[in-house]
């Protein structure tokens, strides 16, 4: 029988690599009396959880959903309420892209304390490890961080308003639709915009494909590039060291 509070952690397990999570995140996850874990985690992070805390895989990756997000809501809940102190352990920054508000928001609505340890979101870190800065002085001043995919499916009308700018775009999610992505961009006449695919960002199977806006669809084809990737479109992509 549970005597603890049930509380509910939410931690950013980082960009890929099990050495850029947080130390704040590693002190906590050790902590666990239970961990929750996405497909995008390393399960080298599951070490640091106590041996007897149960770790239940509750990952979803595009087509392959092992729960639906209203069933990850309710286990969160239900094994807070069982173990005491559950961590929720999500890819990346749990609040980019990650969906961590509405398990928040979800827990919150059944009196379960919360607390939110961001972590590297890979649309930053995942460039930068492979030497692509978003911003630089005289080439660019932002960047737009989107997904390539809506819950429908589709692809963000903002990709459209992205693409007119001149900023660095970080596209998640977004391989089952790059070709589209790139007619986008071609329609604003960004044909021949530095382009780069990466896969695994971070791991020890990294894989990185450069390009153009014409020509980075094709090169991820033959070279078999797929999900999990990011996409980065802009003259950064270009630059070198």
Known sequence: MNTQFPKVTLIGAGPGASDLLT????QVLAKADAVLYDALVNKELLELAPEKAPKIFVGKRS???????EEINKMIVQYA???GHIVRLKGGDPFVFGRG????????SFGVETEVIPGITSAVAVPGACNIPLTSRGVSESFWVITGATTKGHISEDLKLAAQ???TV????GMNNLKEITEIFKAVD??????AVIQNGTRTNQQIVR???ENIYQLTQEKQIGSPAIIVIGNVVDLNF
């Open 81 to 83: 309420q069982k173990y």
């Open 170 to 173: 970080v596209i998640l999610m």
């Open 165 to 167: 700018s001149t900023a």
């Open 211 to 213: 390009g153009t806006v």
């Open 23 to 26: 130390i704040r995140g590693a």
């Open 101 to 108: 508000y509405e398990e928040i928001a979800y827990a919150n």
């Open 190 to 195: 960004k044909i021949q915009t530095p382009a």
């Open 63 to 69: 087509g392959n959903h092992e729960y639906a997000q």
